[in-house]
């Protein structure tokens, strides 16, 4: 039987920064993979190829130049699939590269194949040509990620009526989209489609979208999209999708109300991989949406020596918190001190135009009774901002009264998810509104809308007692 210190199964974020810091602390290291290629959902299906397809559809539409030329203006006249989806396959392979060198760099093995549990230290892997290949592990990794929810009402077709993997294989750009789901992969999706000049409709059941983010925010962003026309439809449930005689698909919402579109995005939520790894044999089970509940110190299941990590543990199911736990846990597994993350760490939504937040919202704050004060700047307040052409784009700072430190930093505009950053250091390093004030930024920089929030909230905050 193969023998190893530490397998890990999953090659996405989690699964990779832990083998690579296992491999690293001189452990014998195997990552099992069924995918054809490693990286996870974020390489392939996730964040790189969303990402990549929002960058190519803003270049080839000029998307970042209207604000001078006008919302005709276009880089390209005609924009296909082919377009979108060439710029894709070249990122992916230069991903896969980088991951395979540090594999390789590292010496952590690699086994393609399907694995489940045999025990609690034994795992078998099934290889695509029916091979079985037994391996014994010291600690276990479950980094296996999720995929898309796909309730049976909604007949997918992998064409027209299609989930959130099945949106990177499409032929043609749709005229019209539904989209299913205001939650970050569906408001991506959406917004990204309407920067293509798709009339995009998101129907969502909650009364608002994203609702962990900043209420201010939200509004901004909500009438950003507006104003482009996207049809924002609240509360109300999808009770049947169809396609009729000519192709087009007709969805039914709950309230009787009905609407024709192209094509229908479905992203309203994702499972964790978890149901084929025979969890039982090794003494684990998953909540109803294939979850695996983990020490949130140290990642260990409740079985010692099984740890768990990555969108499989749920919230907040991102690339970056996932490579971060990973490595706490392959550290912890064996035997290697961690220290704690620190307490604050970014969001970032990459739609059109892009959110960033970092700490407590405005209505985070008020529920905690923390007395507050709020500094807020606009993009067109900056000269890097005119030069830009931006006429819209905010930066809202929460700080504390008492402490004067900063409590919350939330941005909606171009940049968001680079400008985040200088907020969430002054966070983690509890620094307060003295800092934005008496600080030199670059000028013209967006970051000076840092300055100018800092400024704004200080004008109602008064100067520092004794000074
Ligand atoms: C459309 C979309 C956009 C996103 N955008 C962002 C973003 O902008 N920023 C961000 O931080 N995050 C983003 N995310 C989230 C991010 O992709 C995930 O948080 C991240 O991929 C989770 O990493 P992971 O290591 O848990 O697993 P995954 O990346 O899901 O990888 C799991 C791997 O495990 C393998 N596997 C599963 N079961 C088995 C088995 N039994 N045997 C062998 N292998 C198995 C799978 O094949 C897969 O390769 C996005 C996600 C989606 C879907």
Request: net charge negative.
């Amino acid at each position: 039987m193969n023998q190893y210190d530490f397998v890990v199964v999953g090659s996405g974020p989690a699964g990779r920064r832990a083998a690579i810091q296992a491999a690293k602390l001189g452990k014998k290291v195997l990552v099992i993979e069924k995918g054809t290629r490693v990286g996870g959902v974020s390489v392939h299906t996730g964040t790189i190829p969303s990402k990549t397809l929002r960058e190519t559809a803003l270049n080839l539409t000029g998307w970042r130049e209207r604000g001078f030329y006008g919302r005709s203006y276009r880089v390209k006249q005609e924009i296909s699939a082919e377009d979108l989806r060439r710029r894709l396959l070249i990122t992916l392979d230069h991903e896969v590269d980088v991951l395979e060198h540090q594999f390789a760099r590292n010496r952590v093995s690699q086994l393609r194949g399907h694995a489940r549990f045999i025990d609690k230290n034994t795992l078998e892997v099934e290889k695509e040509d029916g091979e079985i290949i037994r391996v014994h592990a010291e600690a276990v990794l479950l980094a296996v990620g999720t995929r898309p929810y796909r309730p049976s009402h909604i007949p997918f077709d992998g064409e027209k009526i299609i989930d959130s993997d099945e949106i990177l294989e499409i032929k043609d750009l749709p005229r019209s989209m539904v989209v299913i789901g205001a939650g970050v992969i569906g408001i991506e999706y959406a917004t990204i489609f309407s920067a293509l000049d798709t009339a995009v409709t998101v129907i969502e059941p909650r009364d608002s979208m994203l609702e962990f983010l900043d209420k201010e925010i939200v509004e901004d962003f909500a009438y950003q999209l507006r104003d482009r026309n996207m049809k924002l439809v609240f509360g109300q449930t999808v009770e049947k999708v169809e396609k009729d005689a000519t192709g087009k698909c007709r969805v039914t919402l709950q309230n009787g109300r009905s609407m024709i579109a192209e094509m229908v995005l479905f992203a309203a939520g994702r499972v964790g991989a978890t149901d084929s790894l025979d969890l039982t044999a090794c003494g684990l089970e998953a909540d109803n949406r294939g979850r695996i509940k983990v020490d949130p110190d140290t990642f260990q299941t409740a079985v010692p020596g099984i740890y768990a990590a990555g969108d499989v543990v749920g919230f907040p199911s991102l690339a970056s918190t996932s490579m971060e736990q990973g490595r706490i846990a392959a550290r912890h597994a064996v035997g290697a001190p961690a220290q704690e993350p620190p307490q604050f760490f970014p969001y970032g939504i990459y739609a059109v135009p892009e959110i960033s937040t970092c700490g407590l919202t405005e209505e985070e704050v008020q529920q905690r009774g923390i007395p507050y004060e709020c500094g807020v700047a606009h993009f067109r307040e900056t000269s890097r901002g005119h030069i830009m052409g931006l006429d819209s784009g905010l930066l809202k700072m929460i700080f504390s009264l008492k402490t004067r430190r900063l409590l919350g930093v939330h941005i909606v505009g171009e940049g968001a998810t680079e400008l985040v950053h200088i907020g969430q250091a002054v966070l983690n390093l509890k620094g307060t509104v003295e800092y934005f004030v008496e600080n030199t930024f670059n000028y013209p920089t967006l970051a000076e809308a840092y300055k100018i929030a800092g400024l704004d909230a200080w004008n109602r905050m008064g100067e520092l007692q004794g000074t």
